[in-house]
T-cell receptor
Framework: QKEVEQNSGPLSVPEGAIASLNCTYS??????FFWYRQYSGKSPELIMS????GDKEDGRFTAQLNKASQYVSLLIRDSQPSDSATYLC????????????FGAGTTVTVRA | GAVVSQHPSRVICKSGTSVKIECRSL??????MFWYRQFPKQSLMLMAT?????????EQGVEKDKFLINHASLTLSTLTVTSAHPEDSSFYIC?????????????FGSGTRLTVV
């Protein structure tokens, strides 16, 4: 079982719609959870970090964490063509020397 | 906010030569730096973890004698690809982490596109 799994893409949504990205992780003691956006040919940039159960909102982005279900998601509201990118879910644990474990990524395309 | 500078952004080198990539944390002290490699359409693969002043810890399957990592200060880590071969061509990305308890999570450099010809 992979440490971090993301829903397979690609995901295509019309402009203005909500894009929903899902991620599950295997290590129950994982502590910190991150969503990164990566444009083609560029390095990842942090969108959201979340550490405790519940929702965290930042602009058009909402991260949701459910540690009991070992599940973290990212919602992108009012999707824009500029949101077209690959989204990476990342998880870390203190016991793993704070290394980030990445999912394979979900490619999102927002259709104008 | 935390900024990590990575240089060069692109490099083309001949097979058999060595290439050095620098990663600097500009406005915070990076106690730990991570080096990743990313092949086209694949996710990031962690190569090694370096803590300031100590030897790097390499992931399984990564040759430590080929990928030399130095983390001599709290703001600078370098990755040297020695005796490069075409199969080493990839996108190399560093990431720096601030001290525990700071708000500086994991900040990535802009990456280095290495092409070995």
């Amino acid at each position: 079982q992979k440490e971090v799994e993301q829903n397979s893409g690609p995901l295509s949504v019309p402009e203005g719609a909500i894009a929903s990205l899902n991620c599950t992780y295997s290590d129950r003691v994982s502590q910190s959870f991150f969503w990164y956006r990566q444009y083609s040919g560029k390095s990842p940039e942090l969108i959201m970090s979340i550490y405790s159960n519940g929702d965290k909102e930042d602009g058009r982005f909402t991260a949701q964490l459910n540690k009991a279900s070992q599940y973290v998601s990212l919602l992108i509201r009012d999707s824009q063509p500029s949101d077209s990118a690959t989204y990476l879910c990342a998880v870390n644990t203190r016991s793993n020397d704070y290394k980030l474990s990445f999912g394979a990524g979900t490619t999102v395309t927002v259709r104008a | 906010g935390a900024v990590v500078s990575q240089h060069p952004s692109r490099v083309i080198c001949k097979s058999g030569t060595s290439v050095k990539i620098e990663c600097r944390s500009l406005d915070f002290q990076a106690t730990t730096m991570f080096w990743y490699r990313q092949f086209p359409k694949q996710s990031l693969m962690l190569m090694a973890t370096s803590n300031e002043g100590s030897k790097a810890t390499y992931e399984q399957g990564v040759e430590k004698d080929k990928f030399l990592i130095n983390h001599a200060s709290l703001t600078l880590s370098t990755l040297t690809v020695t005796s490069a071969h075409p199969e080493d061509s990839s996108f190399y990305i560093c990431s720096a982490r601030g001290s525990p308890g700071t708000n500086y999570g994991y900040t990535f450099g802009s990456g280095t596109r290495l092409t070995v010809v």
